[in-house]
């Protein structure tokens, strides 16, 4: 081939390459809540009540909040205490999560949290989720030992474990339509 082609031809392979293999960007993991607007999970109403304004509070408050906690970040105890005061500024109900990156049941949950599926949007509502990594940070926690995961703990307005606990063996396959109905009664005492 002549030196014209490939001046022409090496940018287009070049170009081609971009659009076919494009640069991706990371993900950083961050302490940042994430949150989903109230209005875009707000409960179902009863037809036959009229429809009543939400106050300030409730409008400014979000539906629920999910943080990963790392170690990088501080011990356990001072970061559970620091989201409790959150919590309770907010009015959600506290809890924590034991999870790891290896375990189906917990990779099952993280997909339905990352997609908004809205059977988890529902049963996460008025909720502030804490998610921990058991590998990190260990199965044996003052108040939060476990043999199996993913495991919840509900926690009191000062981050202390109440003792109500629930795991993985509480539903049977990892898709949605199992896992989050559990979660949602879980979260909302009506286990």
Same mark, same amino acid.
Request: aromatic share 10%; charged share 20%.
């Given at each position: 081939?002549? /030196? /014209? ?9 070049? @170009?081609?390459?971009? !659009? ?28 036959? $009540?009229? %429809?009543?304004?939400?106050? $300030? ?27 409790? &005061? /959150? ?9 924590? $999560? ?8 917990? &990779? ?6 990352? &997609? ?6 529902? %049963? ?21 030992? !476990? ?6 703990? /509900? @926690?009191? $307005? ?21 896992? %989050? ?8 005492? &009506?286990?």
């Amino acid at each position: 081939m002549s /030196k /014209k082609y490939w001046i022409v031809l090496v940018p287009l392979l070049i @170009l081609s390459c971009n !659009f076919l293999f494009p640069a991706r960007t990371p993900v950083v993991p961050t302490t940042q809540p994430a949150t989903i607007p109230p209005s875009a999970t707000a409960p179902m109403t009863d037809p036959t $009540e009229p %429809a009543s304004a939400p106050t $300030e509070a409730q409008a400014d408050r979000p539906a629920h909040v999910v943080i990963r906690l790392y170690r990088a970040d501080g011990s356990l105890e001072e970061q559970i205490a620091e989201h409790a &005061q /959150k919590a309770r500024d907010l009015g959600l109900a506290l809890f924590i $999560e034991f999870d790891a990156t290896w375990c189906p049941p917990c &990779q099952a949950i993280e997909e339905s949290l990352e &997609q908004g599926n809205p059977l988890m949007m529902e %049963a996460i509502q008025g909720v502030y989720l804490l998610r921990a990594d058991a590998d990190d940070w260990g199965w044996d926690n003052p108040g939060l030992s !476990f043999e199996a995961i993913p495991v919840y703990f /509900k @926690l009191d $307005e000062n981050g202390q474990p109440t003792g109500d606990i629930i795991d993985g063996d509480a539903w049977g396959e990892n898709i949605p339509e199992n896992f %989050a109905p559990v979660l949602d009664a879980f979260f909302h005492g &009506q286990e």
